[in-house]
T-cell receptor, first 111, second 115 residues
Framework: GNSVTQMEGPVTLSEEAFLTINCTYT??????LFWYVQYPGEGLQLLLK?????DKGSNKGFEATYRKETTSFHLEKGSVQVSDSAVYFC??????????FGAGTTVTVRA | GAVVSQHPSRVICKSGTSVKIECRSL??????MFWYRQFPKKSLMLMAT?????????EQGVEKDKFLINHASLTLSTLTVTSAHPEDSSFYIC???????????FGSGTRLTVV
């Protein structure tokens, strides 16, 4: 079956630091890959996505590249801000609207 | 647009009682709603898929008599945890397919604590 493994948190960073959250997946076919973000008190929001190998998703300064050879979709941001403090979820879908999620990584950015 | 409102955000209940969690689609019609559960430091796990006007489809290992799902209208889906026990304490979150690039829209989740 499908599964997603992402690095455990919590992660604490200073403003302007570089952020990487690792995500690897197992899937039977060719999934679409997603990063969702949940800010305190809010629902999950789509941050970025990639639908095929070598695609790069980007949004709000975050990037992730769909690497089929390493079955990875690592999230990166070059310079984080306090407002990036949130829980980040890696997820995959194989087209039936069912999402398989990672455990989530809590990121705290300090001023 | 495409907002799902989930209530309550937190609930504490005694063992043996039932708890109802509601998810409402505020500005669109949700013919399908997904219900997820998350244990501490674990992934969100899909519990069931509810479809308006028909019976919910439960994932393997999820007790349908314990987690009652009702999707009686295009804007409301409910999850009732019946005869709750401490092991049911978890974070429950709903999601509906949304049009456009987002793909899905999520409720803000319900933290259930059974004491």
């Amino acid at each position: 079956g499908n599964s997603v493994t992402q690095m455990e948190g919590p992660v604490t960073l200073s403003e302007e630091a570089f952020l990487t959250i690792n995500c690897t997946y197992t899937a039977t076919g060719y999934p679409s890959l997603f990063w969702y973000v949940q800010y305190p008190g809010e629902g999950l929001q789509l941050l970025l996505k990639a639908t095929k190998a070598d695609d790069k998703g980007s949004n709000k300064g975050f990037e992730a590249t769909y690497r089929k050879e390493t079955t990875s979709f690592h999230l990166e941001k070059g310079s984080v801000q306090v407002s990036d403090s949130a829980v980040y979820f890696c997820a995959l879908s194989e087209g039936d609207y069912k999402l398989s999620f990672g455990a989530g990584t809590t990121v705290t950015v300090r001023a | 647009g495409a907002v799902v409102s989930q209530h309550p955000s937190r609930v504490i209940c005694k063992s043996g009682t039932s708890v109802k969690i509601e998810c409402r689609s505020l500005d669109f019609q949700a013919t399908t709603m997904f219900w997820y559960r998350q244990f501490p430091k674990k992934s969100l796990m899909l519990m069931a898929t509810s479809n308006e006007g028909s019976k919910a489809t439960y994932e393997q290992g999820v007790e349908k008599d314990k987690f009652l799902i009702n999707h009686a209208s295009l804007t409301l889906s409910t999850l009732t945890v019946t005869s709750a026990h401490p092991e049911d304490s978890s974070f429950y979150i709903c999601s509906a397919p949304a049009t456009g690039e987002r793909g899905y829209t999520f409720g803000s989740g319900t933290r259930l604590t059974v004491v």
